[in-house]
């Protein structure tokens, strides 16, 4: 391949970190790790749901922020207020201000970097928010600001064909020798795939194969380690 690009969230580092700090801090129930991680996977079942509408205009970006969490903790019957829910967002993206790479990610950046691979990174949500998370990540140290891209800038959202157009424009890419990586299916592996690039899933969370995918990922791993494998082991 000569151009890899990347989706940030939960892709290059584990997003649920934040979250379990953010509920430990918050709420006074003794909730076990494997709760939040449960919690967890129903905000972000809730934000793709309710992100899309956003995009859409058919809810407003505080109905997104909000209703993703208040929808998580109705899941397990505690109620929250929109106050409260934006409180947790609120705090969220302050405990998002110390993310770090996973370790097998940032050691995979430098030997692509070193082997002169073009290198981008395409992400969803708002300019603001992910230019923050971007720039805790030191990702300038391998990627330029040009070959960043964010949906909320762009005015398109993965897994939209427009998005990943404007991209290879932008880029000059060879659709065949591109392989995108990112953990969410519907949005990074079907967006890559239906443009016709390769697409590797960073499925960390090990979520089966939706039973009506017309793609299938070229390459799946279930860890930073195994991605930063599959490429050492093709240089």
Request: proline letters at 3%; a negative charge.
């Amino acid at each position: 391949m000569d151009t890899i690009i990347f989706d940030v969230d939960d892709t290059l580092y584990d997003q649920a970190q934040s979250f379990h700090k953010t509920v430990r801090k918050l709420f006074q129930e003794p909730f076990s790790d494997e709760e939040i991680d449960q919690l967890y996977k129903a905000s972000r079942k809730y934000s793709e749901i309710l992100f899309d509408q956003s995009e859409a205009g058919e809810i407003s970006q505080f109905e997104w922020q909000t209703g993703r969490i208040m929808s998580a903790f109705k899941d397990i019957n505690i109620i929250i207020n929109a106050e409260k829910a934006i409180t947790f967002h609120e705090t969220y993206v302050t405990e998002q201000k110390n993310i770090t790479l996973f370790p097998e990610v940032e050691e995979l950046l430098n030997v692509l970097y070193k082997d002169g691979k073009q290198l981008g990174i395409l992400t969803n949500g708002e300019e603001k928010h992910q230019v923050m998370k971007i720039k805790q990540l030191s990702l300038s140290r391998w990627i330029p600001a040009e070959m960043t891209f964010i949906s909320g800038a762009i005015g398109h959202a993965k897994p939209k064909r427009e998005v990943f157009d404007f991209i290879e424009q932008k880029m000059d890419l060879d659709q065949i020798k591109t392989v995108y990586i990112g953990d969410n299916f519907e949005k990074d592996i079907f967006g890559a795939k239906q443009a016709g690039w390769q697409a590797i899933w960073m499925n960390h969370r090990k979520k089966d194969l939706p039973t009506n995918a017309i793609y299938k990922p070229d390459k799946e791993v279930h860890s930073a380690k195994e991605l930063l494998e599959l490429f050492v082991k093709r240089a």
